[in-house]
């Protein structure tokens, strides 16, 4: 069945660093766009980054452009958020949904991973 799990999150401080992780199984993973989303508490899931294309565009969030790197292995099945420099504002529930074929949304999600920012 199709499965996605991330990991990788935790405390850090304001300047601080993460690598957050999605594996994927159950589907082909080279053949979707990967992305990441994230939903601090109270507040509604917003975009962060993606891979688009052929999987050489990358795509960020201002918020996040410079400071964050995602990345990708087909043969892990795998996608990857490099946190850098981070920021109070960053802290929310990191995902990384399956597009939808249809629809322009996503079919997929994981339970996401806690990333929390704080002195």
């Known amino acids: 069945q199709v499965q996605l799990v991330e990991s990788g999150g935790g405390w850090v401080q304001p300047g601080g660093s993460l690598n957050l992780s999605c594996a994927a199984s159950?589907?082909?993973?080279?053949?979707?766009?990967k992305n990441w989303y994230r939903q601090a508490a109270g507040k509604e899931r917003e975009f962060v980054a993606g891979i688009f294309g052929d999987g050489s565009i990358n795509k960020y969030a201002d918020s996040v452009k410079d400071r964050f790197t995602i990345s990708r292995d087909n043969a892990k099945q795998s996608v990857y958020l490099q946190m850098n420099k981070v920021e109070p504002e960053d802290t929310a529930v990191y995902y990384c949904p399956r597009p939808s074929r249809g629809g322009g949304n996503y079919d997929y999600w994981g339970q996401g991973t806690q990333v929390t920012v704080s002195s």
């Open positions: 159950g589907f082909v993973f080279s053949a979707y766009a």
